[in-house]
Protein backbone atom coordinates (compact mmCIF):
# COMPACT_ATOMS: atom_id res chain seq x y z
CA UNK A 1 0.00 0.00 0.00
CA UNK A 2 1.23 3.44 -0.81
CA UNK A 3 2.37 5.84 2.17
CA UNK A 4 -0.36 8.54 1.21
CA UNK A 5 -3.24 6.29 1.14
CA UNK A 6 -2.16 4.23 4.45
CA UNK A 7 -1.80 8.01 5.77
CA UNK A 8 -5.70 9.08 4.13
CA UNK A 9 -7.07 5.61 5.11
CA UNK A 10 -5.59 6.16 9.04
CA UNK A 11 -7.65 9.65 8.54
CA UNK A 12 -10.73 8.01 7.41
CA UNK A 13 -10.66 6.30 10.45
CA UNK A 14 -9.99 9.11 13.31
CA UNK A 15 -12.80 11.45 11.04
CA UNK A 16 -15.45 9.17 12.37
CA UNK A 17 -15.46 11.39 15.60
CA UNK A 18 -16.24 13.85 13.23
CA UNK A 19 -19.20 11.96 12.06
CA UNK A 20 -20.97 12.39 15.20
CA UNK A 21 -20.11 15.89 15.21
CA UNK A 22 -22.10 15.81 11.69
CA UNK A 23 -24.81 13.37 12.55
CA UNK A 24 -25.48 15.45 16.10
CA UNK A 25 -25.86 18.56 13.66
CA UNK A 26 -28.18 17.24 11.28
CA UNK A 27 -30.22 15.12 13.47
CA UNK A 28 -31.53 17.72 15.96
CA UNK A 29 -33.43 19.54 12.95
CA UNK A 30 -35.73 16.42 12.91
CA UNK A 31 -35.54 15.83 16.55
CA UNK A 32 -37.24 19.09 17.26
CA UNK A 33 -39.94 19.31 14.58
CA UNK A 34 -40.92 16.12 15.19
CA UNK A 35 -44.37 15.72 16.48
CA UNK A 36 -43.65 13.65 19.61
CA UNK A 37 -40.84 15.73 20.67
CA UNK A 38 -43.26 18.76 20.76
CA UNK A 39 -45.38 17.14 22.31
CA UNK A 40 -43.71 15.90 25.16
CA UNK A 41 -41.41 19.06 25.51
CA UNK A 42 -42.23 22.00 23.79
CA UNK A 43 -45.65 22.55 24.64
CA UNK A 44 -44.44 25.76 26.98
CA UNK A 45 -41.89 28.08 25.70
CA UNK A 46 -40.95 25.80 22.33
CA UNK A 47 -38.57 28.24 20.92
CA UNK A 48 -36.47 29.00 23.84
CA UNK A 49 -36.72 25.04 24.69
CA UNK A 50 -35.03 24.28 21.12
CA UNK A 51 -32.84 26.86 21.14
CA UNK A 52 -31.64 25.57 24.43
CA UNK A 53 -31.56 22.04 22.90
CA UNK A 54 -29.27 22.86 20.12
CA UNK A 55 -27.11 25.38 22.07
CA UNK A 56 -26.27 22.96 25.06
CA UNK A 57 -24.74 20.43 22.70
CA UNK A 58 -22.47 23.41 21.83
CA UNK A 59 -21.94 24.72 25.04
CA UNK A 60 -20.81 21.51 26.03
CA UNK A 61 -18.34 21.30 22.73
CA UNK A 62 -16.69 24.60 24.11
CA UNK A 63 -16.35 23.07 27.08
CA UNK A 64 -14.56 19.93 25.59
CA UNK A 65 -12.73 22.04 23.25
CA UNK A 66 -11.15 23.86 26.71
CA UNK A 67 -10.34 20.49 28.69
CA UNK A 68 -8.84 19.19 25.25
CA UNK A 69 -5.83 21.34 25.62
CA UNK A 70 -5.11 19.60 29.11
CA UNK A 71 -5.18 16.08 27.30
CA UNK A 72 -1.73 16.21 26.28
CA UNK A 73 -0.80 13.05 28.54
CA UNK A 74 -3.15 11.24 27.08
CA UNK A 75 -1.89 10.86 23.82
CA UNK A 76 -3.68 12.04 21.05
CA UNK A 77 -5.32 8.23 20.75
CA UNK A 78 -6.22 7.96 24.32
CA UNK A 79 -8.08 11.78 24.08
CA UNK A 80 -9.99 10.04 21.67
CA UNK A 81 -11.10 7.06 23.30
CA UNK A 82 -12.08 9.29 26.30
CA UNK A 83 -14.13 11.38 24.52
CA UNK A 84 -15.91 8.18 22.69
CA UNK A 85 -17.00 7.39 26.03
CA UNK A 86 -18.40 10.52 27.19
CA UNK A 87 -20.07 10.61 24.03
CA UNK A 88 -21.72 7.51 24.34
CA UNK A 89 -22.63 8.63 27.98
CA UNK A 90 -24.90 11.33 26.45
CA UNK A 91 -26.07 9.55 23.70
CA UNK A 92 -28.09 7.43 26.35
CA UNK A 93 -29.18 9.78 28.33
CA UNK A 94 -30.35 11.77 25.42
CA UNK A 95 -32.17 8.34 23.55
CA UNK A 96 -34.01 7.78 27.30
CA UNK A 97 -34.97 11.07 27.71
CA UNK A 98 -38.95 11.48 29.68
CA UNK A 99 -38.35 15.14 30.79
CA UNK A 100 -36.52 18.08 29.57
CA UNK A 101 -33.89 18.39 31.82
CA UNK A 102 -32.50 14.91 30.91
CA UNK A 103 -32.45 16.47 26.97
CA UNK A 104 -30.28 19.21 28.40
CA UNK A 105 -28.23 16.72 30.38
CA UNK A 106 -27.42 14.32 27.60
CA UNK A 107 -26.81 17.27 24.97
CA UNK A 108 -24.64 18.98 27.13
CA UNK A 109 -22.03 15.67 27.57
CA UNK A 110 -22.48 14.51 23.88
CA UNK A 111 -21.15 18.14 23.59
CA UNK A 112 -18.51 17.71 25.89
CA UNK A 113 -17.61 14.24 23.81
CA UNK A 114 -17.57 16.19 20.29
CA UNK A 115 -15.66 19.40 21.98
CA UNK A 116 -12.58 16.89 22.11
CA UNK A 117 -13.15 14.43 19.19
CA UNK A 118 -13.17 17.46 16.84
CA UNK A 119 -10.33 19.64 18.60
CA UNK A 120 -8.06 16.31 18.63
CA UNK A 121 -8.77 14.98 15.53
CA UNK A 122 -7.30 17.23 13.33
CA UNK A 123 -4.47 17.46 15.18
CA UNK A 124 -3.96 13.87 14.88
CA UNK A 125 -4.40 14.09 11.00
CA UNK A 126 -2.22 16.91 10.59
CA UNK A 127 1.07 15.63 12.53
CA UNK A 128 0.01 12.25 10.74
CA UNK A 129 -0.14 13.76 7.02
CA UNK A 130 2.87 14.39 4.64
CA UNK A 131 3.04 18.05 3.80
CA UNK A 132 2.24 17.63 0.13
CA UNK A 133 -1.32 16.08 1.18
CA UNK A 134 -2.10 17.50 4.90
CA UNK A 135 -5.08 19.85 3.44
CA UNK A 136 -6.74 16.51 1.75
CA UNK A 137 -6.31 14.43 4.96
CA UNK A 138 -7.35 17.08 7.78
CA UNK A 139 -10.29 18.16 5.08
CA UNK A 140 -11.57 14.50 6.14
CA UNK A 141 -12.80 16.27 8.95
CA UNK A 142 -15.55 18.10 7.41
CA UNK A 143 -15.81 15.20 4.93
CA UNK A 144 -17.31 13.28 7.77
CA UNK A 145 -18.93 15.55 8.90
CA UNK A 146 -20.94 15.90 5.75
CA UNK A 147 -21.35 12.19 5.72
CA UNK A 148 -22.94 12.01 9.85
CA UNK A 149 -25.14 14.77 8.14
CA UNK A 150 -26.44 12.75 5.45
CA UNK A 151 -27.20 9.64 7.73
CA UNK A 152 -28.55 11.56 10.41
CA UNK A 153 -30.94 13.54 7.89
CA UNK A 154 -32.36 10.29 5.73
CA UNK A 155 -32.97 8.26 9.19
CA UNK A 156 -34.44 11.66 10.80
CA UNK A 157 -36.50 11.52 7.46
CA UNK A 158 -37.38 8.09 7.62
CA UNK A 159 -38.65 8.24 11.05
CA UNK A 160 -40.37 10.97 10.15
CA UNK A 161 -42.27 9.44 7.72
CA UNK A 162 -43.01 6.32 9.75
CA UNK A 163 -43.95 7.74 12.97
CA UNK A 164 -45.52 11.19 12.22
CA UNK A 165 -48.44 11.60 13.79
CA UNK A 166 -48.56 8.73 15.84
CA UNK A 167 -47.19 10.11 19.05
CA UNK A 168 -44.49 7.29 18.90
CA UNK A 169 -41.65 8.46 20.48
CA UNK A 170 -39.32 6.23 18.65
CA UNK A 171 -39.82 9.05 15.73
CA UNK A 172 -36.87 10.69 17.50
CA UNK A 173 -35.61 8.29 19.85
CA UNK A 174 -34.40 6.33 17.22
CA UNK A 175 -32.34 9.16 15.83
CA UNK A 176 -30.88 10.09 18.52
CA UNK A 177 -29.99 6.05 19.13
CA UNK A 178 -28.02 5.58 16.40
CA UNK A 179 -25.47 7.89 16.70
CA UNK A 180 -23.83 5.42 19.85
CA UNK A 181 -22.53 3.22 17.45
CA UNK A 182 -20.12 4.97 15.98
CA UNK A 183 -18.98 6.33 18.78
CA UNK A 184 -18.65 2.69 20.08
CA UNK A 185 -16.58 1.94 16.62
CA UNK A 186 -14.41 4.46 17.23
CA UNK A 187 -13.38 4.45 20.62
CA UNK A 188 -12.78 0.58 20.30
CA UNK A 189 -10.77 0.79 17.43
CA UNK A 190 -8.66 3.26 17.91
CA UNK A 191 -5.72 1.55 19.60
CA UNK A 192 -5.05 -0.23 16.68
CA UNK A 193 -3.85 2.39 14.45
CA UNK A 194 -0.71 5.04 15.36
CA UNK A 195 -0.13 7.52 18.23
CA UNK A 196 1.10 10.74 16.39
CA UNK A 197 5.00 10.32 15.89
CA UNK A 198 5.16 14.07 16.96
CA UNK A 199 3.64 13.94 20.45
CA UNK A 200 5.81 10.39 20.92
CA UNK A 201 9.00 12.65 20.10
CA UNK A 202 7.47 15.06 22.50
CA UNK A 203 6.95 12.75 25.14
CA UNK A 204 10.94 11.03 25.07
CA UNK A 205 9.87 8.35 22.74
CA UNK A 206 11.74 9.38 19.90
CA UNK A 207 12.76 5.88 18.56
CA UNK A 208 9.06 4.98 18.85
CA UNK A 209 8.09 8.34 16.88
CA UNK A 210 11.38 7.46 14.14
CA UNK A 211 9.76 3.75 13.65
CA UNK A 212 5.90 5.79 13.16
CA UNK A 213 7.25 7.90 10.90
CA UNK A 214 8.68 5.13 8.92
CA UNK A 215 5.62 3.34 8.90
CA UNK A 216 3.43 6.39 7.80
CA UNK A 217 5.86 7.41 5.33
CA UNK A 218 7.96 4.55 3.73
CA UNK A 219 6.94 1.00 4.52
CA UNK A 220 8.72 0.66 7.71
CA UNK A 221 11.90 1.65 6.42
CA UNK A 222 13.73 4.05 9.24
CA UNK A 223 16.32 4.66 7.34
CA UNK A 224 14.81 6.23 4.37
CA UNK A 225 15.73 10.01 3.50
CA UNK A 226 12.60 11.46 3.75
CA UNK A 227 12.38 9.81 6.96
CA UNK A 228 15.27 10.87 8.54
CA UNK A 229 15.33 14.40 7.50
CA UNK A 230 11.91 14.69 8.82
CA UNK A 231 12.50 13.59 11.68
CA UNK A 232 15.21 15.79 12.56
CA UNK A 233 13.26 18.70 11.68
CA UNK A 234 10.91 17.61 14.28
CA UNK A 235 13.39 16.74 16.79
CA UNK A 236 15.25 20.12 16.00
CA UNK A 237 11.96 21.79 17.12
CA UNK A 238 10.71 20.21 20.21
CA UNK A 239 13.88 20.49 21.25
CA UNK A 240 13.98 24.18 20.60
CA UNK A 241 10.62 24.17 22.59
CA UNK A 242 11.59 22.24 25.59
CA UNK A 243 14.46 25.08 26.36
CA UNK A 244 11.82 27.15 26.81
CA UNK A 245 9.22 27.65 29.76
CA UNK A 246 6.18 25.46 29.92
CA UNK A 247 2.82 26.69 27.46
CA UNK A 248 -0.25 28.49 28.79
CA UNK A 249 -3.31 29.54 27.33
CA UNK A 250 -1.65 33.59 28.41
CA UNK A 251 1.51 32.72 25.61
CA UNK A 252 -1.07 32.39 22.92
CA UNK A 253 -1.05 35.94 23.22
CA UNK A 254 2.62 36.64 23.98
CA UNK A 255 4.61 38.19 21.07
CA UNK A 256 2.92 39.68 17.54
CA UNK A 257 3.77 36.28 15.95
CA UNK A 258 1.95 34.05 18.39
CA UNK A 259 -0.76 36.69 18.76
CA UNK A 260 -1.43 36.65 14.72
CA UNK A 261 -1.75 33.15 14.98
CA UNK A 262 -4.66 33.41 17.35
CA UNK A 263 -6.21 35.93 16.06
CA UNK A 264 -6.35 34.01 12.67
CA UNK A 265 -7.56 30.96 14.14
CA UNK A 266 -10.22 32.96 16.29
CA UNK A 267 -10.99 34.32 13.21
CA UNK A 268 -11.11 31.58 11.03
CA UNK A 269 -13.76 29.69 13.47
CA UNK A 270 -16.00 32.83 14.00
CA UNK A 271 -16.40 33.33 10.31
CA UNK A 272 -17.20 29.79 9.65
CA UNK A 273 -20.19 29.80 11.96
CA UNK A 274 -21.50 33.58 10.64
CA UNK A 275 -21.80 32.04 7.34
CA UNK A 276 -25.13 31.00 8.45
CA UNK A 277 -24.62 27.47 7.73
CA UNK A 278 -25.63 26.48 11.65
CA UNK A 279 -28.72 28.42 11.54
CA UNK A 280 -29.58 26.39 8.33
CA UNK A 281 -28.75 23.02 9.72
CA UNK A 282 -30.30 23.02 13.19
CA UNK A 283 -33.73 24.49 12.33
CA UNK A 284 -34.10 24.30 8.44
CA UNK A 285 -37.76 22.83 8.78
CA UNK A 286 -38.61 26.63 10.90
CA UNK A 287 -36.68 28.58 7.78
CA UNK A 288 -37.82 26.75 5.12
CA UNK A 289 -41.36 27.31 6.56
CA UNK A 290 -40.80 30.71 6.13
CA UNK A 291 -41.71 30.34 2.44
CA UNK A 292 -44.81 27.58 2.91
CA UNK A 293 -42.84 24.97 2.88
CA UNK A 294 -44.03 21.64 5.16
CA UNK A 295 -42.17 20.09 7.62
CA UNK A 296 -41.94 16.37 6.00
CA UNK A 297 -40.93 18.68 2.65
CA UNK A 298 -37.77 20.34 4.42
CA UNK A 299 -36.67 17.51 5.95
CA UNK A 300 -36.50 15.77 2.22
CA UNK A 301 -34.98 18.77 1.56
CA UNK A 302 -32.52 18.74 4.09
CA UNK A 303 -31.20 15.23 3.19
CA UNK A 304 -30.57 16.32 -0.23
CA UNK A 305 -28.72 19.84 1.05
CA UNK A 306 -26.76 17.19 2.93
CA UNK A 307 -25.63 15.36 -0.27
CA UNK A 308 -24.26 18.37 -1.81
CA UNK A 309 -22.52 19.07 1.26
CA UNK A 310 -20.91 15.71 0.62
CA UNK A 311 -20.05 16.60 -2.37
CA UNK A 312 -18.87 20.22 -1.60
CA UNK A 313 -16.27 18.41 1.06
CA UNK A 314 -15.22 15.58 -1.97
CA UNK A 315 -14.09 18.76 -4.32
CA UNK A 316 -12.15 20.25 -1.46
CA UNK A 317 -10.24 17.13 -0.63
CA UNK A 318 -9.79 17.32 -4.50
CA UNK A 319 -8.31 21.16 -4.84
CA UNK A 320 -7.17 22.21 -1.40
CA UNK A 321 -2.97 21.18 -1.60
CA UNK A 322 -3.55 22.31 -5.46
CA UNK A 323 -5.56 25.96 -5.45
CA UNK A 324 -4.68 26.97 -1.87
CA UNK A 325 -6.05 27.70 1.23
CA UNK A 326 -5.94 31.39 0.90
CA UNK A 327 -8.40 31.33 -2.81
CA UNK A 328 -11.05 29.04 -1.27
CA UNK A 329 -11.27 31.16 1.53
CA UNK A 330 -11.90 34.45 -0.12
CA UNK A 331 -13.74 33.43 -3.18
CA UNK A 332 -15.92 30.91 -0.95
CA UNK A 333 -16.61 33.95 1.25
CA UNK A 334 -17.56 36.07 -1.37
CA UNK A 335 -20.44 33.39 -3.53
CA UNK A 336 -21.72 32.57 0.28
CA UNK A 337 -22.70 36.55 0.58
CA UNK A 338 -24.57 36.66 -2.70
CA UNK A 339 -26.50 33.44 -1.74
CA UNK A 340 -27.82 34.57 1.08
CA UNK A 341 -28.58 38.38 -0.24
CA UNK A 342 -30.94 36.64 -3.45
CA UNK A 343 -32.15 34.14 -0.54
CA UNK A 344 -33.29 37.15 1.79
CA UNK A 345 -34.70 39.12 -1.25
CA UNK A 346 -36.90 35.75 -2.14
CA UNK A 347 -38.36 35.82 1.75
CA UNK A 348 -39.47 39.27 1.05
CA UNK A 349 -40.89 39.42 -2.21
CA UNK A 350 -42.20 36.19 -1.91
CA UNK A 351 -43.23 35.20 1.66
CA UNK A 352 -45.34 31.72 2.71
CA UNK A 353 -48.66 33.43 1.97
CA UNK A 354 -47.62 33.96 -1.61
CA UNK A 355 -48.19 30.90 -4.10
CA UNK A 356 -45.05 31.40 -5.91
CA UNK A 357 -43.14 27.88 -6.81
CA UNK A 358 -40.72 28.60 -9.17
CA UNK A 359 -39.07 31.99 -6.26
CA UNK A 360 -39.28 28.80 -3.36
CA UNK A 361 -37.29 26.87 -5.36
CA UNK A 362 -34.91 29.00 -6.23
CA UNK A 363 -35.06 29.34 -2.61
CA UNK A 364 -34.05 25.34 -2.15
CA UNK A 365 -31.24 25.52 -4.97
CA UNK A 366 -29.81 28.23 -3.43
CA UNK A 367 -29.70 26.45 -0.24
CA UNK A 368 -28.06 23.64 -2.02
CA UNK A 369 -25.57 25.49 -3.43
CA UNK A 370 -24.72 27.34 -1.02
CA UNK A 371 -24.81 24.31 0.98
CA UNK A 372 -21.71 22.58 -1.63
CA UNK A 373 -19.68 26.23 -1.93
CA UNK A 374 -19.54 26.08 2.61
CA UNK A 375 -18.46 22.53 2.49
CA UNK A 376 -16.26 22.99 -0.39
CA UNK A 377 -14.39 25.99 1.14
CA UNK A 378 -15.04 27.66 4.76
CA UNK A 379 -16.15 24.33 6.02
CA UNK A 380 -13.19 22.49 5.98
CA UNK A 381 -10.46 24.84 6.26
CA UNK A 382 -11.99 25.90 9.43
CA UNK A 383 -10.54 22.84 11.36
CA UNK A 384 -7.36 21.97 8.02
CA UNK A 385 -5.61 25.97 8.72
CA UNK A 386 -5.93 26.45 12.76
CA UNK A 387 -4.38 22.49 12.61
CA UNK A 388 -1.43 23.17 10.91
CA UNK A 389 -0.34 26.97 12.39
CA UNK A 390 1.43 26.04 15.55
CA UNK A 391 3.89 24.75 16.61
CA UNK A 392 4.34 21.12 18.90
CA UNK A 393 4.37 22.71 22.07
CA UNK A 394 1.03 25.34 21.17
CA UNK A 395 -0.78 23.21 19.20
CA UNK A 396 -2.99 21.76 21.56
CA UNK A 397 -3.47 25.26 22.68
CA UNK A 398 -3.70 27.11 19.82
CA UNK A 399 -6.34 24.53 18.49
CA UNK A 400 -8.34 24.33 21.34
CA UNK A 401 -8.95 28.39 21.88
CA UNK A 402 -10.27 28.25 17.93
CA UNK A 403 -12.35 25.28 18.64
CA UNK A 404 -13.65 27.15 21.61
CA UNK A 405 -14.64 30.19 18.84
CA UNK A 406 -16.50 28.02 16.96
CA UNK A 407 -18.56 26.60 19.63
CA UNK A 408 -19.13 29.98 21.26
CA UNK A 409 -20.24 31.52 18.15
CA UNK A 410 -22.24 28.25 17.12
CA UNK A 411 -24.20 28.52 20.83
CA UNK A 412 -25.06 31.58 20.09
CA UNK A 413 -26.54 31.15 16.68
CA UNK A 414 -28.46 27.99 17.92
CA UNK A 415 -29.66 30.33 20.77
CA UNK A 416 -30.59 33.19 18.78
CA UNK A 417 -31.90 31.53 15.37
CA UNK A 418 -35.20 30.20 16.15
CA UNK A 419 -36.57 33.37 17.92
CA UNK A 420 -34.60 35.30 14.96
CA UNK A 421 -36.64 33.89 12.52
CA UNK A 422 -40.02 33.99 14.14
CA UNK A 423 -39.09 37.62 15.01
CA UNK A 424 -37.60 39.38 11.70
CA UNK A 425 -37.62 37.14 9.25
CA UNK A 426 -35.80 37.96 6.17
CA UNK A 427 -34.20 40.41 8.09
CA UNK A 428 -32.02 37.94 9.63
CA UNK A 429 -30.45 36.97 6.40
CA UNK A 430 -28.70 40.32 6.40
CA UNK A 431 -26.69 39.71 9.11
CA UNK A 432 -25.13 36.97 7.65
CA UNK A 433 -24.57 38.73 4.02
CA UNK A 434 -22.47 41.11 6.27
CA UNK A 435 -20.75 38.76 7.96
CA UNK A 436 -19.71 36.73 4.30
CA UNK A 437 -18.11 40.08 2.78
CA UNK A 438 -16.67 41.10 5.91
CA UNK A 439 -15.05 37.96 6.33
CA UNK A 440 -13.99 37.46 2.40
CA UNK A 441 -12.28 41.13 2.77
CA UNK A 442 -10.08 40.23 6.06
CA UNK A 443 -9.36 36.70 4.77
CA UNK A 444 -7.74 38.50 1.40
CA UNK A 445 -5.58 41.19 3.92
CA UNK A 446 -4.66 38.61 6.69
CA UNK A 447 -4.18 35.19 5.91
CA UNK A 448 -1.12 33.50 4.53
CA UNK A 449 -0.83 30.99 2.12
CA UNK A 450 0.17 27.54 4.28
CA UNK A 451 -0.15 25.13 1.31
CA UNK A 452 3.12 22.90 0.75
CA UNK A 453 4.95 23.95 4.10
CA UNK A 454 5.95 22.16 6.79
CA UNK A 455 4.56 22.21 10.44
CA UNK A 456 7.94 23.21 11.89
CA UNK A 457 7.52 25.82 9.02
CA UNK A 458 5.13 27.64 11.00
CA UNK A 459 7.27 29.47 13.42
CA UNK A 460 9.45 30.90 10.84
CA UNK A 461 6.17 31.87 8.78
CA UNK A 462 4.37 34.12 11.38
CA UNK A 463 7.91 35.61 12.56
CA UNK A 464 9.04 36.61 9.10
CA UNK A 465 5.61 37.19 6.81
CA UNK A 466 4.53 40.22 6.32
CA UNK A 467 1.13 40.71 8.75
CA UNK A 468 -0.59 42.53 5.33
CA UNK A 469 -0.12 39.36 2.79
CA UNK A 470 -1.40 40.74 -0.32
CA UNK A 471 1.85 40.30 -2.75
CA UNK A 472 4.14 39.14 -0.23
CA UNK A 473 6.94 37.09 -1.46
CA UNK A 474 7.78 35.06 1.67
CA UNK A 475 9.18 31.66 1.26
CA UNK A 476 10.57 29.24 4.03
CA UNK A 477 14.44 29.17 4.53
CA UNK A 478 14.27 25.58 5.30
CA UNK A 479 12.21 22.38 3.61
CA UNK A 480 12.45 19.13 2.97
CA UNK A 481 12.07 18.38 -0.77
CA UNK A 482 11.32 15.66 -2.92
CA UNK A 483 14.67 14.14 -2.32
CA UNK A 484 14.46 14.53 1.37
CA UNK A 485 16.99 17.04 1.57
CA UNK A 486 17.03 19.64 4.51
CA UNK A 487 17.97 22.99 2.90
CA UNK A 488 18.18 26.46 4.67
CA UNK A 489 19.65 29.75 3.84
CA UNK A 490 22.64 30.59 6.45
CA UNK A 491 24.89 33.81 6.49
CA UNK A 492 27.44 32.40 4.07
CA UNK A 493 24.07 31.63 1.59
CA UNK A 494 22.40 28.52 0.17
CA UNK A 495 23.53 25.45 1.27
CA UNK A 496 22.99 21.34 1.83
CA UNK A 497 22.47 19.45 4.69
Known amino acids: MKSGVYQFLVGCFAAIGSFLFGYDLGVIAEVVASDSFKTLFLQTDGDTRSGTVVALFTGGCFVGAFLASYSDPLGRRGTILMACCIFVVGGI ?255 KVFPASTASTGAHWAFVALTWLFNFVFFWTSGPLSWSIPAELFGTAMRLKGVSWGAMTSFAFNTMIGQVTPIAVSSIGWQYYLVFVVCNLGNAIFFWAFLPETKGLNLEDMNELFRDHPTFVPRSNWVPSSHIDEDAQIYAKGEQGSYKI
Not at 114 to 135: C, D, N, W
Open 93 to 347: IQTAGVVIAMLYVGRLIAGVGVGFLTMIIPIYQAELSHRKIRGKITSLQQLFNAIGQIFATWIGYGCYMTYAGTGDSREWRIPLACQIVPALFLGGLIFLFPESPRWLCDHDRAEEGLRTLAKLHAHGDINDPYVIAEYELIQAQIAEEHSQKSIGYIDLFKGWPNLRRTILVMAIQASCQMTGVSAIQYFSPQIFAQIGISTGESLLFQGVTAIFAFLGTAVCIATIDSVGRRPLEIYGCLFLCATFAVNAAII
